[in-house]
C-alpha cells in the first residue's frame, strides 16, 4: 500500500566531484526547494545518513562504496552484507536498499542502493538510477518509522555517472525522480516502489533526455490522517 506522509522536512545535499553531474543537478533541481548542491566529496558532508550506490551483494570494492569504506572501515561491509543477508536473502534487488548504523557520529548511518547487481556494469540504458534513488529515500521512510526523527539529513552522490556510465543529464533527472517521487509517496514495501516505478517510467527511451519524469499517484492511494 502507498500512503502519504506527513513529516518533517529532510535536508538533501547533492554532492559529486564531477563537475558536469553538479551542473546538471542544478539544471534538473534548478525548482526544487530544500536541495543543496555542491562539488566535494561526500566525506565532506555532514549528515545523518550517507547514500552509497553499491551492487546486488553489498560489496564495497569500488567506486565510492570503497572510498566510504576506506572512511568507516571494513565493518560496515560486514554490517552492508548481513542486512542484506537477513532481510534479503544475501542479494538486494535493484530498487530496494539497507540503512545500516554507520559506527560513526558522522554519519550515524549509511544506506546502500544497488544501481547495478555486479560490479563495474554499464546501466546507463536502465532504470536503475531512478529505481535506486526511489529506494534509498524510502529507506529513509522507514528508519524514521522505527525511529522518529533519526535521519533529518542525508548526503547523495552522482548514482551511475562513474562506473555505470550513465550521462549527467539522464542522472540528474532521474534522481529528481526518486526524490520527487520520496515527497509524495511512501511505500509498504520495497515490491510496491519497484512495480510503480516501472509501470510508468518503462517507455522512458522514448522521452527527451533533459526532460524530467514525475511519478504520478497510484491509483489505490489513501491519504493518512
Same mark, same amino acid.
Given at each position: 500500500m502507498t500512503v502519504n506522509r506527513v513529516r518533517q522536512?529532510?535536508? *538533501?545535499?547533492? =554532492?559529486?566531484i564531477n563537475t558536469k553531474?553538479?551542473?546538471?543537478?542544478?539544471?534538473?533541481?534548478?525548482?526544487?526547494?530544500?536541495?543543496?548542491?555542491?562539488?566535494g566529496s561526500i566525506l565532506d558532508q555532514r549528515v545523518d545518513a550517507w547514500v552509497s550506490p553499491t551492487n546486488s551483494r553489498g560489496r564495497m570494492d569500488g567506486g565510492v562504496d570503497a572510498?566510504?569504506?576506506?572512511?568507516?572501515?571494513?565493518?560496515?561491509?560486514?554490517r552492508v552484507q548481513r542486512a542484506i543477508r537477513?532481510?534479503?536473502?544475501?542479494?538486494?534487488?535493484v530498487g530496494s536498499a539497507v540503512c545500516v548504523p554507520s559506527g560513526a557520529t558522522n554519519p550515524k548511518f549509511l544506506i546502500s542502493t544497488?544501481?547495478?547487481?555486479?560490479?563495474?556494469?554499464? *546501466?546507463?540504458? =536502465?532504470?536503475?538510477?531512478?529505481?535506486?534513488c526511489a529506494a534509498a529515500f524510502q529507506a529513509i521512510h522507514m528508519q524514521n518509522e522505527r525511529a522518529a526523527g533519526s535521519i533529518e539529513s542525508v548526503a547523495l552522490v552522482g548514482m551511475g555517472a562513474a562506473t555505470g556510465r550513465v550521462s549527467p543529464r539522464v542522472c540528474a533527472n532521474l534522481m529528481w525522480t526518486g526524490h520527487t517521487l520520496f515527497n509524495d509517496f511512501s511505500f509498504s514495501d520495497y515490491d510496491d516502489l519497484r512495480?510503480?516505478?516501472?509501470?510508468?517510467?518503462d517507455d522512458i527511451e522514448n522521452v527527451p533526455e533533459e526532460k524530467?519524469?514525475?511519478?504520478?499517484?497510484?491509483?489505490?492511494?489513501?491519504?493518512?490522517?
Open positions: 522536512p529532510l535536508r *538533501v545535499v547533492l =554532492t559529486d553531474v553538479v551542473e546538471a543537478w542544478r539544471a534538473a533541481f534548478a525548482d526544487t526547494p530544500g536541495i543543496e548542491i555542491r562539488k572510498i566510504i569504506k576506506r572512511d568507516l572501515g571494513a565493518g560496515i561491509q560486514l537477513d532481510r534479503f536473502d544475501g542479494r538486494l534487488p544497488p544501481t547495478m547487481e555486479g560490479s563495474a556494469q554499464n *546501466v546507463s540504458e =536502465t532504470l536503475n538510477v531512478a529505481l535506486a512495480n510503480t516505478v516501472l509501470a510508468q517510467l524530467r519524469v514525475r511519478i504520478e499517484p497510484p491509483k489505490r492511494t489513501r491519504s493518512r490522517r
